[in-house]
């Protein structure tokens, strides 16, 4: 199992919307098959993986990081190939959360006559594809939010200088988290003060050698153009000006009031290729960021990877919808006029935010730090 999730972790940056998936074929105590997922639409790991096993695929022990699949998708039931293949027993990591699925493969298995067992390395598995089961069980994707603030926990001068906090290979570590996610999500403040464009600017090979696998075995699975994530700006006042640079290449929504999405302005925006994507507003008059995390899910978004400013990080820290935080500290004070990391007025210490740390890296002269808000969120 061990290797059947080395092998989902190579579909890291293309199987969006799909979950990552690794399969492995045993026979007589050695590996004779194996595949991954790739994308979505082709054939899924166990397909692979019992191609390359070919005969020696009837008897064996066929190890799989997700249920396999019992229904018609954009490919047919993995389970049914499984049995026609005539394996004598499936391992798998977790179980579906898809509700498709939610069983009904491991029980199409089990009334096959095929021995089934579960739960090996489930955690690990989980850790794959915290997006697509946090999809798969609210509706929602898993929002991580990156920041990137000094030791003193400040992210500009007050003047707005912020460039640049972290160092180079921090910011190269950056663009593995927004190939991995389905969608970027930022706000008009940060497009108008910063105009980024918020794009992944390494290419296949360099994030799997950066992983430390080697992308010459796997070039003609991963292509040459890396998957571009969808650019979300959340923009209520519609303030994302027609020349802003996120606007070049690549899908971008521009979420706003249904009234500003059917103005001049929005119909200007179009143009450059923008979807407008109207949204109810919440009490503050803002968008309702429940509604726009609705709404992603909606649209297959398992991993928004969140780079803001201080307002809409915080705004969704104060509603509780953070799942992950990514905070690059760099070793530098910028002092007590310089902004602060997020927007949220805590006035006494029973107010403070709690995180559990659950990883620490150094990243060049940078320190990454991966927490969860407690109460832990669940995938």
Not at 4 to 18: E, H, I, R, V
Not at 108 to 114: F, K, N, S
Request: aromatic share 4%; net charge neutral.
């Amino acid at each position: 199992m061990g290797r059947a999730l080395q092998l989902a972790a190579l579909g890291l940056y293309t199987t969006d919307p799909n979950p990552r998936v690794g399969s492995v074929v045993v026979r007589d105590g050695g590996i004779v098959g194996e595949g991954a997922h790739w994308r979505a639409g082709e054939p899924h790991a166990e397909i692979h993986a019992l191609r390359a096993a070919g005969d020696l695929a009837r008897g064996a022990t066929v190890y799989i990081t997700l249920e396999p699949c019992s229904h018609h998708g954009r490919t047919p039931p993995c389970a049914d190939a499984l049995i026609a293949a005539g394996v004598a027993r499936v391992v798998v990591a977790m179980e579906d959360p898809n509700p498709l699925v939610a069983g009904r493969g491991l029980t199409r298995l089990r009334d096959a006559g095929i021995a089934v067992e579960s739960g090996i390395l489930e955690v690990e598995a989980r850790a794959l594809n915290p997006g697509f089961v946090r999809r798969m069980r609210s509706g929602r994707p898993w929002v991580r939010v990156k920041l990137a603030s000094s030791l003193d926990g400040r992210t500009a001068m007050a003047s707005g200088e912020s460039k640049w906090i972290t160092g180079a290979p921090a910011r190269r570590d950056v663009q593995h988290w927004r190939a991995r996610a389905g969608a970027i999500l930022t706000g008009s403040g940060t497009v108008l003060a910063d105009d980024p464009h918020l794009t992944v600017r390494l290419t296949p090979h360099e994030l799997l050698a950066d992983d430390g696998v080697d992308p010459i075995a796997f070039a003609a699975r991963v292509g040459e153009r890396v998957r571009q994530p969808t650019r979300v700006v959340v923009d209520s006042r519609l303030q994302t000006p027609r020349s802003a640079r996120l606007l070049d290449g690549g899908p971008v929504w521009i979420l706003t009031t249904e009234e500003r999405a059917a103005s001049d302005k929005a119909e200007a925006l179009r143009a450059r290729g923008a979807e407008m994507v109207a949204v109810a507003a919440g009490g503050d008059g803002l968008l309702d960021l429940a509604a726009v995390l609705d709404f992603l899910g909606q649209r297959e978004v398992n991993e928004l990877h969140a780079e803001a400013g201080s307002g809409l990080a915080g705004a969704l820290a104060r509603r509780g919808l953070v799942d992950e935080w990514l905070f690059y500290l760099a070793p530098c004070l910028m002092g007590s006029g310089a902004r602060p990391l997020l927007d949220w007025p805590l006035q006494r210490m029973a107010e403070r935010a709690e995180l559990d740390i659950f990883a620490c890296d150094r990243v060049g002269d940078a320190l990454r730090l991966r927490a969860y808000p407690l109460p832990v969120a669940t995938m």
